[in-house]
């Protein structure tokens, strides 16, 4: 859709006066909707059909009849994709309805059992000799799928028989997955000490509370802190005795398949090699300095050492808080922002709000955090907790931008290529958020206090994602090298994630003792490990993005537009250089990004 004037940015919002909450009906219409139930009967015939026409044969499929069988897959794949994303997105929304909850559970058990069904297709194909396996690659039927051959050949030294995958699999939902279920259902179901502010209003969620750390009395902070971690250190042997039970299996099962380590298993599954990843932890490391100049220099602004809760403080003491940004008003500013980029990419963002595919909508049982979850062959769902301040309207930048990023996907990729690898993954979240900051930098050119505000909110941002993302997973190497050799408890975890911040934080940063238990609040060193360290790594490539785009203009755009559209049909490493020109194994890609925040740091120094 193409602009005109009678189509301004966000003509099409109406009703958004307050956080919406999403419609799921694309996917379903509810648990009763009678539709769940045939579709998942139908899968599980479709499934056992496909098991029954080619287990045992795929050695003598010709290319042409393999692609027919992976086209099968892949449209089983994509109703698989429907029947756990309702369930699933319901159960965020709210961890406490026990019916999303239980038929949550009942689809990942009947997925189980068709994964299993299906699983000896791969197995298949990863045992054919050399010879075949070299036919099908070159074969121009296959081409559509050559990056899916490519990685199945990647994992042939790691794959195991076909009844230990499927046991795998099976005890994998009264194993793994349960223990970080159990620690979803758990975190949903506390209750927060409520912390007033000074103008009556009171807090009683995670969301709330994280919004009350910008606050700018400084107790309001330290007890919005301390009510989130008193919970987290109520609860911490139960979370130390989940994180080792995650963390062993994790052990076990590279044991099994032969990897050398988590770290090892981890970095294939995300097409990333090792080299980067030591060069990112060591590049990060290598200048804390910049993390400490910045605190230092907050901490002379306010007259007193920082304290880990007074990281998002406002600069100035007794700075009232940047004006409240309701729900409606962050959503034109978002699309504006966009469109200033390209018209057609805002209109698509408008189609989340549009057609409520957003939940905004604070309240208690809801997942914290925020993230976008995309099914193939609809579209992404985002789930955030507004709360009508700067953060969450860079929170909804962020989550918009992996909403496009998939629509893109969406427009060229089949299943099996529209998952990118991890790097490529957080790239349009980042650029979006700096897209929003230019266009609010612009916007709020005479107010002083606002700008000041975002460009330190930008500075903050960016060392969370260069420097605590890292630092994560730098615990995360403890943790599973720990694991390694023995089981470990809350007591190893607290002490080495203590250890670990006092290094980043040195002594511009005081480290508060609640701060100890911080680490259980961190969902992905659960659910997936060293996910953030990706983090850091597709910031370093977002920032080399946006220093291209602010180079080159619009010319940049439709390599960029490209680069979304790649998937994950191609390796990333290949991928950023043919549509991009940024290479991420050169060290002078790091070293750039290190350079930009050192240049903010300097340029805000040069305020004050």
């Known amino acids: 859709m193409v602009q005109t004037s009678e189509n301004p940015a966000g003509a099409g919002l109406t009703q958004l006066d307050s956080p919406q909450e999403w419609n799921l009906s694309d996917l379903y219409q509810g648990f009763d909707d009678p539709q769940l139930k045939l579709d998942l009967e139908a899968l599980q015939q479709t499934a056992t059909e496909f098991r029954g026409n080619y287990r045992g044969k795929v050695a003598e499929l010709t290319p042409e009849q393999v692609a027919q069988c992976l086209q099968q897959l892949e449209a089983i794949n994509e109703k698989a994709g429907y029947l756990y994303a309702f369930p699933s997105l319901v159960f965020s929304a709210d961890t406490r ?31 054919l000799n050399s010879e075949k396996f070299s036919d099908l690659q070159s074969s121009p039927l296959l081409q559509t799928y050559s990056h899916y051959i490519e990685r199945i050949a990647e994992f042939r030294p790691h794959k195991l028989s076909e009844e230990v995958e499927q046991t795998r699999n099976q005890s994998n939902l009264t194993g793994r997955q349960a223990f970080i279920q159990l620690r979803s259902v758990h975190l949903g179901e506390q209750e927060y000490q409520p912390v007033t502010t000074p103008d009556g209003k009171s807090a009683n969620t995670e969301a709330e509370l ?21 919970v987290m250190q109520q609860h911490n ?53 910049l993390f400490q100049r910045y605190y230092r220099l907050k901490g002379e602004a306010l007259g007193q050492k920082i304290r880990i809760c007074d990281i998002y403080a406002p600069w ?34 408008e189609e989340f709000f549009v057609n409520n595919w957003v939940d905004a909508k604070l309240r208690p049982g809801k997942r914290g955090g925020a993230f976008c979850s995309y ?23 962020h989550e918009m931008g992996h909403g496009l990023h998939f629509a893109w996907i969406g427009d060229r990729q089949t299943y099996f290529n529209s998952n990118p690898p991890m790097v490529l993954a957080e790239i349009a979240s980042t650029f979006n958020e700096l897209l929003l900051l230019d266009y609010l930098l612009k916007t709020a050119a005479d107010d002083k206090k606002l700008g000041k505000s975002l460009l330190t909110r930008q500075l903050e941002d960016q060392l969370n994602l260069l420097f605590r993302q890292s630092t994560i997973s730098r615990l995360e190497l403890a943790i599973h090298d720990r694991a390694a050799q023995s089981s470990f408890d809350r007591l190893f975890v607290n002490e080495k994630w203590t250890e670990l911040y006092q290094e980043l934080c040195g002594d511009a940063v005081e480290m508060l003792p609640e701060h100890q238990y911080d680490w259980a609040r961190i969902g992905h060193i ?5 996910y953030c360290y990706q983090y850091t790594a597709s910031n370093i490539v977002s920032l080399a993005c946006y ?15 490209e680069l979304l559209a790649a998937g994950g ?31 903010l740091i300097s340029q805000l120094q040069a305020t004050l």
């Open 97 to 127: 309805n026990t019916q999303a909850k239980q038929f949550l559970d009942k689809v990942m058990e009947a997925l189980t059992g068709i994964e299993n069904q299906l699983l000896f297709f791969d197995l298949e194909l990863q045992n």
């Open 210 to 230: 994280g919004a009350l750390l910008f606050h700018p009395e400084s107790a309001v902070r330290y007890d919005a802190y301390k009510s989130v971690r008193q």
């Open 237 to 289: 042997s139960l979370y130390g005795f989940i994180l080792n039970t995650v963390s062993q299996d994790h052990r076990i099962e590279s044991q099994m398949r032969g990897y050398t380590s988590t770290l090892h298993k981890q970095l294939l599954a995300d097409e990333v090699s090792e080299p980067v990843f030591r060069a990112i932890m060591e590049g990060t490391r290598s200048r804390f300095d």
């Open 316 to 349: 100035t003491i007794g700075d009232e808080p940047t004006a409240p940004v309701n729900y409606k008003a962050g959503v034109e500013t978002l699309l504006s922002a966009l469109e200033q980029f390209d018209v057609n990419y805002a209109r698509r963002a």
């Open 375 to 397: 099914t193939h062959g609809k579209h992404s769902y985002l789930l955030l907790s507004y709360t009508e301040d700067y953060n969450s309207l860079f929170t909804l930048a």
């Open 526 to 530: 659960y659910f997936k490990p060293f």
């Open 547 to 561: 220093q291209k785009y602010r180079q080159v203009g619009r010319d940049f755009i439709p390599g960029y537009f």
């Open 569 to 599: 049909s191609m390796n990333q490493v290949e991928a950023l250089r043919k549509y991009v020109g940024i290479d991420i194994e050169d060290p002078s890609t790091i070293s750039s990004a290190l350079d930009y925040v050192e240049n």
